[in-house]
């Protein structure tokens, strides 16, 4: 199983083998973590992604970094909360093992995920984080190609969540 961990701040400063995106399903850049990985990848970005949009939620893509120091960026959509039962733990679930589908694919060793779905979409954290950890967990114990898994928490409240997620076992 690869190793997991939480790193608090921005997604776009890592040096990962790829950073996932929460995106929206035209792939065109948007607001929140979307939108910050957009501004630091440059326009490239968004005229590779969009070639290969329309992704539906709970699927992935994938495309170069550009001015990332990341390799790939896996651009991924996740749910908009709509109350818990219109399939949105599943979905979700399935944007983590998409994303980490795409990237043994690809060879990638080292992943960075934000916190998809907790901001605009409104998925509440905890259940987010417990979702998190279970896929990432229940993955990487059987596709050995992925090492390290770093969740990307920007606010506190994602911070403590995976805190006491990950402090679980
Ligand atoms: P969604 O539309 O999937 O909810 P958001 O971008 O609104 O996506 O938020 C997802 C999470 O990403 C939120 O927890 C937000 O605080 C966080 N976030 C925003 N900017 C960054 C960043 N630069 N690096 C890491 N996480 C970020």
Known sequence: ?????????DITKLAVDAIVNAANSSLQGG???????????GPELVQESRRLAP?????ARITGGYRLPARFVIHTVGPIWRGGDRNEDELLASC??????LAVENGVRTIAFPAISCGIYGFPVGRATEIAVRETR???ASEPGIER???????D??????DRELSKR
């Open 149 to 155: 898994v770093i969740f990307v928490a920007f606010g």
């Open 96 to 101: 983590y093992r998409n994303s980490m589908r």
């Open 138 to 140: 229940a993955f990487t």
């Open 55 to 59: 992704c539906p939620t709970g699927e």
């Open 1 to 9: 199983m690869a190793e997991l961990e939480l790193q608090r701040g």
């Open 31 to 41: 607001g929140g973590v979307d939108g910050a990985i957009h501004r630091a990848a």
């Open 157 to 162: 409240d994602v911070a403590s969540a995976y």
